[in-house]
């Protein structure tokens, strides 16, 4: 009697530790280049979207030595080359409610592979400008979706998954922003 007591027990362990699994992508990985030698003032687009995610992004611009610096926040007569505007647009999305219903189905066995997911669409949109002038506009969409079992920490996922959409617009922004060097330096004088 007792040895089933404790198979019994190893088998609901081991159903609920399977269904703690988590799938999020990889976050980018950043190479350090030469900074664009530009002081550039930033500010952002009074909406959710962009005071919840741009600060993470500049952050991680300066650990990627984008520009020579950044001024955030960026107040009138602050000594910038130019100034950025930046829109953050979009949201997340979850689907996978019927994944509770099949795992009951399988008393637990399909918590190892079906559980909900969040998929999330955001746009950036930066644009620079030198006085009234625009010199550059560069946009970005980044898509993201995270999976995870039903006894994961959801707070935990969303943490992750916050995070990972952050360093994915960042990384994508700079990549355009970087591919414009020579057009920015030149429009602005350096």
Same mark, same amino acid.
């Given at each position: 009697?007792?040895?089933?007591?404790?198979?019994?027990?190893?088998?609901?362990?081991?159903?609920?530790?399977?269904?703690?699994?988590?799938?999020?992508? =990889?976050?980018?990985?950043?190479?350090?280049?030469?900074?664009?030698?530009?002081?550039?003032?930033?500010?952002?687009?009074?909406?959710?979207?962009?005071?919840?995610?741009?600060?993470?992004?500049?952050?991680?611009?300066?650990?990627?030595?984008?520009?020579?610096?950044?001024?955030?926040?960026?107040?009138?007569?602050?000594?910038? =080359?130019?100034?950025?505007?930046?829109?953050?647009?979009?949201?997340?999305?979850?689907?996978?409610?019927?994944?509770?219903?099949?795992?009951?189905?399988?008393?637990?066995?399909?918590?190892?592979?079906?559980?909900?997911?969040?998929?999330?669409?955001?746009?950036?949109?930066?644009?620079?400008?030198?006085?009234?002038?625009?010199?550059?506009?560069?946009?970005?969409?980044?898509?993201?979706?995270?999976?995870?079992?039903?006894?994961?920490?959801?707070?935990?996922?969303?943490?992750?998954?916050?995070?990972?959409?952050?360093?994915?617009?960042?990384?994508?922004?700079?990549?355009?922003?970087?591919? =414009?060097?020579?057009?920015?330096?030149?429009?602005?004088?350096?």
């Amino acid at each position: 009697m007792l040895k089933y007591r404790v198979f019994l027990l190893a088998l609901i362990f081991s159903l609920v530790s399977g269904c703690a699994w988590q799938r999020i992508p =990889d976050l980018p990985v950043y190479t350090l280049e030469a900074p664009i030698p530009l002081k550039v003032g930033v500010m952002f687009a009074d909406n959710s979207p962009s005071t919840y995610y741009g600060p993470g992004m500049l952050k991680e611009w300066n650990e990627m030595r984008l520009f020579e610096s950044i001024i955030y926040p960026y107040r009138e007569g602050d000594l910038v =080359d130019a100034v950025m505007r930046m829109t953050i647009t979009g949201g997340w999305k979850g689907s996978g409610a019927a994944a509770g219903f099949i795992t009951g189905l399988t008393l637990g066995l399909a918590g190892t592979v079906v559980g909900p997911s969040l998929t999330g669409t955001h746009e950036a949109l930066a644009i620079m400008n030198k006085s009234s002038s625009e010199v550059g506009r560069y946009t970005v969409q980044v898509e993201s979706t995270v999976e995870w079992g039903m006894a994961a920490n959801s707070g935990e996922v969303s943490k992750k998954a916050d995070e990972l959409q952050k360093k994915r617009m960042a990384f994508e922004l700079a990549k355009k922003i970087r591919a =414009d060097r020579q057009s920015l330096l030149s429009i602005l004088g350096k």
